[in-house]
Each structure stands twice: as C-alpha cells, then as structure tokens.
C-alpha cells in the first residue's frame, strides 16, 4: 500500500501561556493526504489550520503525536515540500529573476546560468517573462504572487503548502491565481495542502474539504470528497448544482463551528472586561 504524502497521527499542539499557563491549539488530529491530493483545511479563526500546516512543513514539532511524509517520520524541516503563505517571501532588493531562482541557491545548487535559464521558462509559465529584471515593488499583488508561485514550483517540491495564499487579494484577481495554482498543478502529481476562510475557494479547488472545530484545541470534525468534474471553469463553478450541494452539506458542520467561536469570543470579551 502506497503510503501518503502527509500524515498527521494524533497530533497535539501545546504552548506556554502566560503566568504558567497553556494554550492548546489543536488536539488529536489524525489525517491523510494522498499522493497528488489537493485538499484543503477550513474551519474558523484560530482553530489549528495554520498549526497543522507548520507541522507539516517542520517548522513545529507536535507535543504530542507523529508527523510521517511519504511514510517516513519527520525531523526537523521537510525537505520535500516548499510553503506559500499570505505574504510573499520576496526580497525587496533582488529582481523577479534573483526572487524565483532564489531557492534553487539553498535546494539544488547549480551554475549560474542554468539557474537562470529555469527561472526564466518558470517566469515564462506564470506570464512574467517580461518582467525578469524587474523589482517586487514593481509589480501588482496579483503578479507578486504568481512570482511566488514560481518561488515555489521552480524547486521541483513533492508538496506545496499552501497558508491562505491569496486571501488579500481582490476577487478577479484570486480567481486567475486560483486557476494557476490548478494549471500549474494539474497532471504534476504534486501534492496540495491547502488553508482557507473560504469555503467556497476550498471547494473549487480541491478533491477534499476537511473541516476543524473551533479552537482551542482544535478537531478534525468533518472529511468531504469533492466530486466535481476537472478540468474546472473557476468562473462558472459556483453556479453548477453540485456545488451548491456541496456547500450546504460542508456549510452544516463549518457554520456551527463558527457559532461556537463567536460565542467563545464573545465569552472571552465579557470576561476580560
């Protein structure tokens, strides 16, 4: 049996609070995401999306709890992956060109010019071949992250993580990156775990929404395959049947999820004052 890309084996997040005290951020998680999967993790504020996301990028270590890449356990960063977040990782003072084939310098040292030659056909692939020798703040936020997407495919990663990645966008503009990220992954065999507010995103996207409870100690509380079709018209999928039954049948599990953070903050609010 083939093992999975990401394992996630009851995991727990613990962190010191103040005065002695603890936070737990998620508690007994267990997930899977297949090989070539692209799924994405929605659920409200502060409910563990994004601790489950750095666990599986190593840069945070479960309390309690096994983390396994491709069945292995992981120690330290995971070297098979590479990590988009809401803010791209672009440095200010190097070109597009210097920005997208900045992580080949770390990952698969090579010369000079060859890294070049690939940065240029990745910046070919997300239409910004003329824009190489340009600097980030040069370039609209839509451009800025189809840079970043670069960023990342250009390292040849098994798994991209994928932390609300276009949430400051405007709409027409995540609905282009939204098509990019599944042109550029479409028959890649790469793997895609993905975090989202927006469950309408997360169902164009994906082959499975799954849902956590609100924090703290966030839990896996719904698994949903979506089986819509692909390819998939980003523009038009909201208005297929299919997918209006799919957001209702997630929205009943996420909805009361919400709810139960709304309460617990305002519960906190009345508290603190």
Same mark, same amino acid.
């Given at each position: 049996?083939?093992p999975?890309a990401?394992s996630?084996?009851a995991?727990t997040?613990? *962190?010191a609070?103040? #005065?002695g005290?603890?936070?737990t951020a998620? %508690?007994?998680?267990?997930?899977?995401?297949a090989?070539g999967a *692209?799924?994405? $993790?929605v659920g409200p504020s502060?409910?563990g999306k !994004?601790t489950?996301l750095?666990?599986?990028?190593?840069l945070l270590?479960?309390?309690?709890g096994t983390?396994?890449?491709?069945? /292995?356990? &992981?120690r330290?960063?995971? =070297?098979r992956?590479?990590?988009m977040?809401q803010?791209?990782?672009?440095l200010p003072w190097k070109?597009v &060109?210097?920005?997208?084939?900045l !992580?080949l310098?770390f990952r698969?040292?090579?010369?000079?010019k060859q890294? %070049?030659?690939?940065? =240029?056909?990745w910046?070919k +692939?997300v239409?910004?071949?003329e824009f190489?020798?340009?600097?980030p703040y040069?370039l609209?936020?839509?451009?800025?992250?189809?840079?970043a997407?670069a960023?990342n495919?250009i390292?040849?990663p /098994?798994?991209?993580?994928?932390?609300?990645? *276009?949430s400051a966008?405007? @709409?027409?503009?995540?609905? =282009?990156? %939204?098509?990019?990220?599944?042109n550029?992954?479409?028959?890649s065999n790469k793997t895609v775990l993905f975090v989202?507010?927006? $469950?309408e995103?997360? @169902?164009?996207l !994906?082959?499975?929404v799954?849902?956590?409870?609100a924090?703290?100690?966030g839990?896996?509380? #719904?698994r949903?395959p979506?089986?819509?079709p692909?390819p998939r018209? $980003?523009?038009?999928i909201?208005?297929?049947?299919?997918?209006?039954?799919l957001?209702r049948?997630?929205?009943?599990?996420? +909805?009361?999820e919400?709810?139960k953070?709304?309460?617990?903050?305002?519960?906190?609010?009345?508290?603190? !004052?």
């Amino acid at each position: 049996m083939t093992p999975s890309a990401v394992s996630l084996e009851a995991v727990t997040a613990r *962190f010191a609070g103040p #005065g002695g005290t603890e936070y737990t951020a998620v %508690e007994g998680v267990t997930l899977d995401v297949a090989e070539g999967a *692209f799924v994405s $993790l929605v659920g409200p504020s502060g409910c563990g999306k !994004s601790t489950l996301l750095n666990m599986a990028a190593g840069l945070l270590a479960p309390s309690v709890g096994t983390v396994r890449i491709f069945g /292995d356990p &992981l120690r330290g960063i995971n =070297r098979r992956a590479t990590c988009m977040f809401q803010q791209e990782a672009l440095l200010p003072w190097k070109t597009v &060109l210097d920005n997208v084939t900045l !992580s080949l310098t770390f990952r698969k040292p090579r010369e000079r010019k060859q890294s %070049e030659e690939l940065g =240029r056909l990745w910046l070919k +692939r997300v239409g910004l071949e003329e824009f190489a020798d340009r600097f980030p703040y040069q370039l609209s936020g839509g451009m800025r992250k189809r840079v970043a997407m670069a960023q990342n495919w250009i390292a040849g990663p /098994d798994i991209l993580l994928m932390d609300e990645p *276009f949430s400051a966008l405007d @709409i027409h503009t995540r609905l =282009r990156m %939204e098509g990019e990220i599944l042109n550029l992954w479409a028959g890649s065999n790469k793997t895609v775990l993905f975090v989202t507010h927006d $469950l309408e995103e997360a @169902i164009a996207l !994906s082959d499975e929404v799954l849902v956590l409870s609100a924090g703290p100690a966030g839990r896996l509380v #719904g698994r949903y395959p979506v089986d819509l079709p692909r390819p998939r018209n $980003l523009i038009d999928i909201r208005a297929e049947p299919r997918f209006a039954d799919l957001y209702r049948s997630i929205w009943t599990d996420l +909805r009361e999820e919400v709810l139960k953070s709304y309460e617990r903050a305002d519960y906190e609010r009345r508290h603190a !004052s």
